[in-house]
């Protein structure tokens, strides 16, 4: 976090009468000041990335809470920075200075359901996951599926595109997003997109929207396509490698050979002995890198598919491969992908990455970032949604080694300069937030940013959503 300045007597006022202000338009248990309550809303997950102390911290629990912030903001000349459930891990929902950290995580309506056109309504702080098992009652299903899914919020999946183990077949965020509604920054509501399968009526502002970070407004409700839950016959194969390189060829392999696996995951030997140290799933030990495949065509089709892909697996060194046809034991291996985050998080602070190559140079990027490792000393876990080429090599540094923590930061840059050398972008789906900020100057030069920065002056004059984020300006 960068250090504050002493306040000075007039922005203590300053603030002081904007907390007042706030007051007076909402109910007190939904504007918080106490000292632990803005450490907490202060930043993400990505604590590596700058911070501010907020204002205040403002718990909307209507559309009219969040009309008022903002109108409120933009009179007073102070930030309002949108926040779903904080698991970002870009710097995205980061405090600036002289903001409002605006959180909808108590917006949790799923307005409607529409089982004969498949979609359904929900408010803003909605868990993912509990919009899944709604819709799933009706049949349906909603597939983005981010690693964080039990706990973040689909107001802020949409604003950071966010994407998920099944994606590699099903798509991200903003392939389901089929309207928004969003509060502007001079405070007025919009209802952007549309409830028909098909639609082409004017720009595509919804999807402009989808992964702006609220930069460009405040989202609080969205409406989702869904697709029919039956018809998928899940099977897992699990190949066990000798290095992340053969990992990464067989990887490349399943992609040269026309199957679309549900999901293609690695974790190498440090996610494996996180994640086995603290939960205890049974992982096997001793190998260098697990690639787990996930088939879900029904029948002849699938066991086809799955014995193909360990075929692939084979011919590409894996030491041994296993096929899970149970759903519990198919549950309990991707649970260790979704585990590696957090059983990495306890061995200390975790700087992330988030790059996106293409899926045939997956091998060379593996090498690339084993070699950045060694370079700078530092300890880099993999995991990865390998099947679309999006990387999470994980730098741990020891907690208060300033020096490990310097030597982090170099290899998280090398390996962005690694990453857009080989034809990748920055960031797959985490979004760029405040940690790619120079990657993105790099990737999207000066007549893009220029767009961009034309964009945010058209629909935020005042720069008054969550300012520095998305794109360099």
Not at 143 to 159: K, L, M, V
Not at 421 to 435: D, K, P, R
Request: hydrophobic share 45%; proline share 5%; with cysteine.
């Amino acid at each position: 976090m960068s250090a504050e300045p002493a306040e000075t007597e007039g922005a203590f006022a300053h603030r002081a009468e904007v907390v007042a202000r706030l007051r007076a338009l909402l109910p007190p248990d939904q504007v918080l000041t106490d000292a632990p309550t803005l450490a907490e809303y202060a930043h993400d997950d990505a604590e590596w990335a700058p911070f501010e102390t907020p204002i205040a911290v403002v718990l909307a629990e209507h559309e009219r809470d969040v009309v008022a912030v903002v109108r409120l903001a933009a009179a007073s000349g102070v930030h309002v920075v949108p926040r779903g459930a904080g698991t970002g891990l870009s710097g995205g929902a980061n405090a600036v200075a002289n903001s409002i950290v605006l959180s909808l995580e108590r917006m949790t309506r799923i307005v409607e359901i529409d089982a004969a056109e498949r979609y359904a309504v929900a408010e803003a702080g909605v868990i993912n996951d509990t919009l899944r098992a709604a819709v799933a009652e009706h049949g349906l299903w909603y597939p983005p599926d981010p690693a964080s899914y039990r706990i973040s919020t689909i107001g802020g999946n949409a604003a950071t595109n966010a994407g998920g183990i099944c994606c590699v077949k099903y798509g991200v965020t903003r392939d389901y997003v089929l309207g928004l509604r969003v509060v502007l920054a001079d405070g007025e509501i919009v209802d952007l997109g549309r409830r028909t399968a098909k639609g082409v009526t004017g720009y595509d502002l919804t999807g402009l929207m989808v992964g702006s970070e609220g930069t460009l407004g405040v989202i609080t409700r969205v409406t989702v396509k869904l697709l029919p839950l039956a018809g998928r016959e899940e099977r897992a194969i699990v190949g066990a490698f000798g290095s992340l390189r053969a990992a990464g060829d067989a990887v490349a392999a399943i992609g040269a050979s026309g199957i679309v696996p549900a999901a293609l995951e690695i974790l190498d030997r440090t996610c494996i002995e996180a994640v086995d140290a603290w939960q205890a799933l049974g992982l096997p030990h001793g190998v260098d890198t697990l690639l787990l495949a996930k088939v879900d065509e029904v029948g002849a089709l699938g066991e086809r598919h799955a014995a193909s892909v360990a075929s692939l697996m084979s011919a590409a060194g894996a030491l041994g491969v296993e096929q899970a046809f149970e759903a519990d034991e198919v549950d309990r291996l991707f649970l260790a992908r979704r585990l590696a985050y957090p059983a990495l998080e306890r061995l200390g602070p975790v700087l992330t990455e988030d790059i996106c190559v293409p899926r045939g140079a997956v091998p060379e990027m593996l090498t690339r970032i084993q070699a950045a490792a060694a370079e700078h000393d530092v300890v880099i876990a993999n995991i990865a949604h390998a099947g679309d080429g999006n990387l999470h090599p994980l730098i741990i540094a020891p907690e208060g080694d300033e020096a490990a923590k310097g030597r982090a930061k170099l290899a998280f840059d090398r390996i962005v300069d690694e990453c857009r050398e080989l034809g990748g972008t920055v960031t797959g789906e985490h979004g760029v937030g405040l940690l790619k900020i120079p990657g993105a100057e790099l990737e999207l030069g000066p007549r893009v940013i220029a767009m961009h920065a034309a964009v945010k002056q058209a629909l935020d004059p005042h720069g008054t959503l969550n300012p520095g984020k998305a794109f360099p300006g």
